[in-house]
């Protein structure tokens, strides 16, 4: 890789019990550049990005970012890296007693210690951000639609204008053609902050747009790691069948009781 | 053996357990004395737990008050000690019907919502959101609890003994017939600062174990609106039986020479 990886994993596995998810993931992400995981449900998508995150504790293997291992890293050391990464989860995650704006303005409020009144007029921008008015500011999570949370979700997400964007299946759950723009604002916010990303998702079109490279994940492994061009010409033959979301092929999708 | 098998699986997860709850209570602890401390938030849970749980513990102590006096009077009538229900209305409240009366209804009605509300933000990703928003869940959803619940409890047990004298007041002087002022003068006359202070106590323990019990079983909640459901309930159901023991424990303290 030319440019120096921001996030890199090597041989990070992970169990629960008897079921191992993680059997040794590797996996770089240059800076500046976008990564989609892809997989089925249940291969370790959301597990990766959470040991990456540090909310699991991988049993083994590294996970460096900007050159510290993270899984040996001190609680400030750790707390840092927080500060410098914003996350936009699967249901938008959103704060139900807080209103839009406080959603958006947390991370400056509490992470950064900023005045409110400044964080209120800075979520507003951010909201104008991701084409959403003034007027939803004051509004609470709960009554807005699936989209606008989502929206929501990502200015409170690029709020602190993190150096590294994780998102968790952001069309997960809305229709394609809201996908498609939280797609475009996910690659707009994501360029004009010149941010590491990551992306986890099963939506084909999703991961084509954002990404510059792709890796899919199966069995606990990265099987296939290339750039998004190169997904139509692989002979990798779990990717053409992901690709293509036929039944048949070498992917064990567990339908046994089908 | 096949009979000791469950017995001792059981005794070895209740271990766990508790354990696990220890852990818990000393993180708690532990950010409780080490900054930030979310001011704003403890005031707002302060208004929750204390201000929004006033009417329940005020309904709850006077009719407690009323029948202590009424049960009393009935009783000791047998032995000509009609004169003693004032007093024994004042210690009855103070001692123990007004903490743990207080302690029961709050844990009913504040346990659950704090294990529903932590709960659903768990199984929502919103606990993981502040984690990834540089924020301790700890400090920012459980210190503010807990320290709310040890302040409010006290001030509600405080206000609902003096409900409760004031129900066992009206049944004695309106239905009993005995004189206010005596019935006043009695109130206080065998009354110690050690009966309100050991109330108190008391309050201010179960006001921790309460906040601590939601918050312990909303934090570990798992498992989407089920989850959620058998975490209210293991909140209410727990703190209820520790208010139980542990006022007998602080009973022991207070009153065993």
């Known amino acids: ?258 | 053996m096949p009979i000791f098998a469950p017995v001792g699986r059981m005794f070895l997860s209740f271990l766990a357990l508790v354990g696990r709850v220890t852990v818990f209570a000393g993180r708690t602890i532990g950010h409780m004395i080490a900054p930030p401390i979310y001011f704003r938030l403890i005031f707002k849970q302060m208004r929750e737990i204390g201000y929004f749980s006033l009417p329940v513990v005020a309904m709850t102590t006077l009719f407690a008050g009323m029948v202590l006096a009424l049960q009393s009077y009935s009783g000791f009538s047998r032995f000509s000690a009609e004169s003693a229900v004032a007093t024994v209305v004042v210690i009855s409240m103070t001692r123990e019907l007004g903490p743990v009366l207080a302690g029961l209804m709050v844990a009913g009605r504040v346990g659950a919502a704090i294990a529903a509300e932590i709960g659903t933000m768990r199984v929502t990703e919103q606990i993981d959101a502040l984690v990834t928003l540089s924020t301790n869940p700890f400090k920012y959803l459980v210190v503010p609890r807990v320290i709310a619940g040890l302040i409010t409890l006290p001030i509600l047990v405080l206000i609902g003994d003096i409900i409760g004298v004031l129900g066992g007041y009206l049944v004695g002087v309106n239905k009993l017939g005995f004189n206010e002022a005596s019935y006043i003068r009695s109130t206080f006359q065998y009354l110690e600062q050690l009966d309100v202070v050991s109330g108190l106590v008391k309050a201010a323990v179960f006001g921790f174990i309460i906040t601590l019990m939601g918050c312990y079983h909303g934090y570990n909640s798992r498992g989407g609106a089920q989850g959620v459901g058998q975490a209210t309930t293991n909140a209410v159901v727990s703190s209820s039986i520790l208010i139980l023991i542990s006022n007998y424990v602080v009973t022991e303290l207070f009153f065993t020479r």
């Open chain 1, 1 to 258: 890789m030319s440019t120096p990886a921001k996030i890199s994993l090597r041989n990070v596995h992970k169990a629960f019990g008897a079921k191992k998810v993680l059997q040794g993931v590797d996996l770089d992400v240059a800076a500046g550049s976008s990564v989609a995981i892809i997989g089925g449900s249940g291969t370790g998508k959301s597990v990766t990005l959470k040991c990456i995150l540090g909310l699991l504790t991988p049993d083994q293997g590294s996970i460096v970012i900007d050159g510290l291992d993270m899984t040996t890293a001190s609680r400030s050391d750790h707390e840092a890296m927080l500060a410098k990464t914003g996350m936009l989860f699967q249901g938008a995650a959103l704060f139900d007693s807080l209103s839009v704006w406080e959603n958006v303005a947390f991370g400056l409020i509490e992470g950064k210690g900023m005045k409110p009144k400044l964080a209120r007029d800075l979520a507003i921008a951010r909201l104008a951000d991701v084409g959403l008015d003034a007027d939803v500011a004051n509004l609470s999570p709960a009554s807005l639609s699936g989209g606008m949370q989502k929206r929501v979700g990502l200015a409170r997400a690029i709020a602190t204008e993190p150096e590294i964007l994780f998102f968790d299946e952001p069309t997960t759950g809305i229709d394609p053609i809201m996908g498609d723009v939280i797609n475009d604002l996910i690659v707009k916010c994501t360029r004009e902050l010149g941010a590491s990303a990551v992306t986890i998702t099963h939506d084909m079109a999703s991961a084509r747009k954002i990404a510059d490279r792709v890796a899919m994940l199966y069995q606990g492994k990265i099987i296939w790691d290339g750039p998004v061009s190169e997904i139509d010409q692989t002979d990798n033959p779990y990717l053409q069948q992901f690709v293509a979301g036929d039944i048949e092929g070498p992917l064990d999708l567990d339908l046994k009781h089908l």
